[in-house]
C-alpha cells in the first residue's frame, strides 16, 4: 500500500476559513514533503519538514510531524480561491521508491 | 533559472503504438524522476535515473523503459500502448544522489492512447 495517505480525500471550505489535510506513513522517514498540484499540471514544492522537527511554517502554512504516529498535517490558515488545487504528501519508502498518496483536493469557494 | 522542461504537452496515440517523451532538468540537477498519474489516482513512482544510471523502478511492466543522457536529460519510452496507459506523465528533477531531496517538476506530458 502507499507510503503516505492522505485525509481526506476532498475538503470544501469557505474563503477565509482553515484548510487541514492529514498525512499518514508507514516507514521510518527522514524527511517529510508536502505538494501541491493545480489541476492537470505539475506539481510544486511546499515545504520539508525533518524528521527532528515537530512543526514548521512558511508564510500561511503550517506543518506538523508526529513521528510517533507517523503522521503529518498540514495546515493552511485564512485560505483563498486561489488555494483550490489538490495537496500532496510525499516521502521515501526503505525500497528507494518516492510514494505519493492520493492527495487531498481541496477547493475554496470565493 | 529555467524550470523543468517536458515535451510534448500532449500525445495522442493508438494501441500498440510506442511513445516516447522527454524531460530536461533544472541546470545542475542530475537525478531525475519520473511519475505517471492516471485520472482519480495518485501519482505513481515509475523511475529514478542519476548520474545517467537507473536507480530505481516502480511497479511497472518492462514495456516501461527509460534512459538518462550525458547532459542529465532523459527519455521515458512505452512500449506497445494500452488504453490504461494514458495518464499525465510528470518528470522531476532534483540535486541528486538522494530521494530526500526536494523534486521539482515539470508541467507534464498528457497521453492519450486510442
Known amino acids: 500500500s502507499q507510503q503516505g495517505e492522505e485525509d481526506p480525500q476532498a475538503l470544501s471550505i469557505q474563503e477565509g476559513e482553515n484548510a487541514t489535510m492529514n498525512c499518514s506513513y508507514k516507514?521510518?522517514?527522514?524527511?517529510l514533503q508536502w505538494y501541491r498540484q493545480n489541476s492537470g499540471r505539475g506539481l510544486v514544492h511546499l515545504i520539508l519538514?525533518?524528521?527532528?522537527?515537530r512543526e514548521k511554517h512558511s508564510g500561511r502554512l503550517r506543518v506538523t510531524l508526529d513521528t510517533s504516529k507517523k503522521s503529518s498535517s498540514l495546515l493552511i490558515t485564512a485560505s483563498r480561491a486561489a488555494d483550490t488545487a489538490s495537496y500532496f504528501c510525499?516521502?521515501?519508502?526503505?525500497?528507494?521508491?518516492?510514494?505519493f498518496g492520493t492527495g487531498t483536493s481541496l477547493t475554496v469557494i470565493p | 533559472e529555467a524550470g523543468v522542461t517536458q515535451s510534448p504537452t500532449h500525445l495522442i496515440k493508438t494501441r500498440g503504438q510506442q511513445a516516447t517523451l522527454r524531460c530536461s532538468p533544472i541546470?545542475?540537477?542530475?537525478?531525475v524522476y519520473w511519475y505517471q498519474q492516471a485520472l482519480g489516482l495518485g501519482l505513481q513512482f515509475l523511475l529514478w535515473?542519476?548520474?545517467?544510471?537507473?536507480?530505481n523502478r516502480g511497479n511497472f511492466p518492462p514495456r516501461f523503459s527509460g534512459r538518462q543522457f550525458p547532459n542529465y536529460s532523459s527519455e521515458l519510452n512505452v512500449n506497445a500502448l494500452e488504453l490504461e496507459d494514458s495518464a499525465l506523465y510528470l518528470c522531476?528533477?532534483?540535486?541528486?544522489?538522494?530521494?530526500?531531496?526536494?523534486?521539482?517538476f515539470g508541467p507534464g506530458t498528457r497521453l492519450t492512447v486510442l
Open positions: 522531476a528533477s532534483s540535486l541528486g544522489g538522494s530521494l530526500w531531496d526536494e523534486q521539482f
Open positions: 516507514t521510518s522517514i527522514n524527511n
Open positions: 519538514i525533518r524528521s527532528n522537527e
Open positions: 510525499a516521502t521515501p519508502n526503505t525500497g528507494n521508491q518516492f510514494y
Open positions: 541546470s545542475g540537477h542530475t537525478s
Open positions: 535515473y542519476d548520474e545517467g544510471e537507473e536507480r
